[in-house]
């Protein structure tokens, strides 16, 4: 059996999504840019994306801008802002210890390169970050507040309408990551007080290599890309058609199903969640322990006295292709920052293994999983020193 539960690494572009995509790398290759009248079916195309994104968040058409990536869409709304803020003096960057690396890694640039304080906001045990923390960090030096909107290893989601009413009411802009909350959740950018926005269309059955930035009217972070005067002088650069277009199409059929989606996805989370804590001993769920405040695809459990990466090629080998939280640290061995965060010793935080659910999930892959999986850690556990040790200390206690 083939089971793919790393969804929030990638999702298959769907078949309608392909479809729809195929003409602009064929007969449709005008560039949008041009004047003659067959280069209008690229650009009327492009537009139609754009609202098709726009209309999924509550967003206006023109404050929707295409990017390469959701990370390019981060880079854009942190550098940008700060790079104009400091014109006047703002130099201060308020994000969380628990944020993507497209996230994390640009607020260490702006830091070392750009001379920006920033402050890495804890969380709690589940993953949450406290609003009063944001409100008591902000100072007058404050040029953007950036909070991930859904977490993509333990998928905790944050209050995020309260924490952009608190920049409203500051006049700070608020800007989230919303790559998983945009994959899986309803988003109102206007009722959440959200002035920025990344998405990225491959977490959500879409094409690879192409994401968008919401950026309410009124917000101009410095250009990202300079060069041609493509989405409006913002972002430079011959557009990603075909990519544009799935995006579109992709937004479109998700805002669709999502409820349908959300109601199968979180039941089986669920039953998988249960099964893994009735089946297994001193099994530890990392995240949100409340349903409604985790996406409805994520489960993430530490299990002491294992690697986490052992438990993977195991999986591996029984056909399941699973992940141990972020897609980046799979080339290093650094125990996640986000675990570390939640408050997990080292030994838990290596121990963590991510199930992703999603489209292509089935009701037997989920007992299948159940099947295998307790055999598994029970086998590397009877091998573990580290699982002896624990036994002992459990004994003693
Ligand atoms: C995947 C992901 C990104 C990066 O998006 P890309 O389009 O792959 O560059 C950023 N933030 C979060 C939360 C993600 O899950």
């Known amino acids: 059996m ?65 990017t390469s990536s959701g990370t390019e869409a981060d880079n854009w709304a942190l550098k940008g802002t700060l790079d104009k803020a400091r ?9 969380t210890q628990i944020e993507h690396h497209a996230i994390l890694h640009t607020a260490e640039y702006l830091h070392k390169f750009e001379g920006v304080d920033v402050t890495y906001l804890p969380v709690d ?40 009413a608190i920049c409203r009411e500051r006049k700070i802009p608020f800007h989230t990551d919303a790559v998983q909350g945009a994959a899986h959740l309803d988003i109102d950018v206007k009722a959440m007080n959200i002035d920025m926005l990344s998405m990225s269309a491959h977490k959500m059955y879409g094409p690879k290599g192409v994401g968008a930035l919401f950026l309410r009217k009124g917000m101009r ?9 493509q989405e409006h002088k913002h972002r430079a650069s011959t557009e990603n058609i ?20 959300k109601a199968i996805n979180s039941a089986r989370r669920d039953k998988l969640i249960a099964g893994i804590l009735d089946k297994i001993p001193d099994a530890k769920l990392n995240g949100a322990v409340c349903g409604d405040k985790r996406l409805p695809n994520n489960i993430n459990f530490s299990f002491i006295g ?22 980046c640290s799979s080339e290093s061995l650094d125990p996640s920052h986000v675990l570390l965060a939640l408050g997990l010793k080292h030994e838990m935080a290596h121990g963590s293994l991510r199930f992703t659910i999603g489209r ?35 004994g003693e206690n």
Do not use: C
């Open 2 to 66: 083939f089971v793919y539960m790393d969804h929030t690494a990638t999702t298959p572009t769907s078949p309608e999504v392909l479809k729809a995509m195929m003409p602009y790398f064929g007969e449709n290759f005008g560039n949008p840019s041009s004047v003659y009248s067959f280069s209008r079916k690229s650009r009327s195309a492009v537009e139609k994306a754009r609202t098709q994104v726009a209309q999924a968040l509550n967003a206006d058409s023109s404050e929707i801008f295409f």
């Open 87 to 95: 014109l006047t003096g703002k130099n201060h960057l308020i994000t």
């Open 125 to 164: 045990s589940e993953g949450f970050v406290n609003p009063d923390d944001v409100k008591a960090a902000i100072t007058d030096k404050t040029a953007l507040v950036s909070i991930m909107f859904a977490n993509n290893e333990v998928g905790t989601i944050q209050p995020i309408k309260e924490i952009g």
């Open 221 to 229: 972070p410095e250009n990202f890309m300079h060069g041609g005067a």
């Open 242 to 261: 075909a990519g544009i277009v799935g995006f579109g199409e992709a937004m479109e059929i998700l805002k669709t199903r999502l409820n349908e989606d």
């Open 306 to 327: 294992v690697e986490g990466e052992t438990l993977l090629l195991d999986l591996d080998a029984r056909g399941i292709s699973a992940s141990t939280g972020s897609a």
């Open 360 to 394: 292509l999930t089935t009701d037997e892959q989920i007992d299948y999983v159940l099947e295998v999986l307790p055999e598994i850690v029970a086998r590397r556990r009877a091998m573990s020193p580290l699982w002896e040790d624990y036994l002992k200390s459990k």
